[in-house]
């Protein structure tokens, strides 16, 4: 009899990573310039599935946030101009798909002051 709770128990753990997709961010870092837009390129495995994403100090200072949809294999994050005010250091960019799939990289800003 306990052989079968633990193929039930097996079984239940296949279908919940079934369920949690992939969310990550190719590059360890990104650099932002103020002479064009900030666009940041992810990838996940869920498509139409909306992956959220904030931007941080690395005082954990939250700076902006938003939504991002995975379409085919992919998703773009731009952010507005608000990295301005924080020309002297990087900040961490975080993307999550549900609670166990998340990504983060470095946005390094460089600013002409």
Known sequence: MQDANVDVNDSAT??????VGRVFFPQEKVTATQD???VVIGACDQSG???GWTLKSQDGELIERGLSECDQGAFEIELSDQWLNYCQE???LKAALGAKASSETLVDPQCNI
């Open 36 to 38: 064009s837009p900030v």
């Open 49 to 51: 599935a909306m992956i």
């Open 14 to 19: 296949g279908i919940d990573e079934v369920n």
């Open 90 to 92: 990087s900040l961490i």
